[in-house]
């Protein structure tokens, strides 16, 4: 299955970390026993105080799309 043929997954997702694509993956990833890196790219389960634009905010809870590239970049130059 997929699980056997990846090295990594990044999940980028604009959802707190509970209940989130993060989370399923993870389970999943418990269940099958996969071994597979699993990193997320997304907001903190904290509060965002001030009013930013959705930009802003991205670049400064850190995920932005230069933050997923980095994130990739990384989980690519990291082996198994």
């Known amino acids: 299955g997929l699980a056997e043929r990846v090295s990594a997954v990044i999940v980028a ?3 707190l970390p509970q209940g989130g694509l993060a989370a399923a993956v993870s389970s999943w990833r418990a269940e099958t026993d996969a ?10 389960d904290a509060l965002a105080l ?3 634009k959705r930009e802003d905010l991205r670049r400064r809870l850190g995920y932005d799309a ?6 990739c970049s990384k989980a690519w130059k990291t082996k198994r």
């Open 35 to 44: 071994q597979f890196r699993l990193r997320r790219v997304g907001p903190p």
């Open 13 to 15: 997702e604009e959802h």
């Open 66 to 71: 230069e933050s997923i590239a980095e994130q």
């Open 50 to 52: 001030g009013n930013l």
